[in-house]
Nanobody
Framework: QVQLVESGGGLVQAGGSLRLACAAS????????MAWFRQAPGKEREFVAA????????LYADSVKGRCTISRDNAKNTVYLQMNSLKPEDTAVYYC?????????????????WGQGTQVTVSS
């Protein structure tokens, strides 16, 4: 069973930066596509970014493109989300997810494993 544990969330002022990490265990991390999603209060969970098995292919939501970078270290079984120029509307619980079919996609239902999430709060 794959387990995903997010870390790195916290409270930051608008314009600041955070780096989220998601550590995977119990599976073949390097064979999975990985993604980050987020859910703001009162809203549905939405796609943020995804990365291929090798890290060579990435996909971003328009709302974070140019401000966020997804990366992975297969030797450490970890995927990262570097977030810069944070805005109050980035406030959400951020989840990482793994797709065993290795598709780099935005579709939440295609992801097989999920972490518990880490809270990001951006103050204005």
């Amino acid at each position: 069973q794959v387990q995903l544990v997010e870390s790195g969330g916290g409270l930051v002022q608008a314009g600041g930066s955070l780096r989220l990490a998601c550590a995977a265990s119990g599976g073949a991390f390097s064979s999975y596509a990985m993604a980050w999603f987020r859910q703001a209060p009162g809203k549905e969970r939405e796609f943020v970014a995804a990365i291929s098995r090798s890290g060579m292919s990435t996909l971003y939501a328009d709302s974070v493109k140019g401000r966020c970078t997804i990366s992975r270290d297969n030797a450490k079984n970890t995927v990262y989300l570097q977030m810069n120029s944070l805005k109050p509307e980035d406030t959400a619980v951020y989840y990482c997810a793994a797709d065993v079919q290795a598709w780099v996609i935005r579709t939440e239902s295609e992801y097989d494993y999920w972490g518990q999430g880490t809270q990001v709060t951006v103050s204005s």
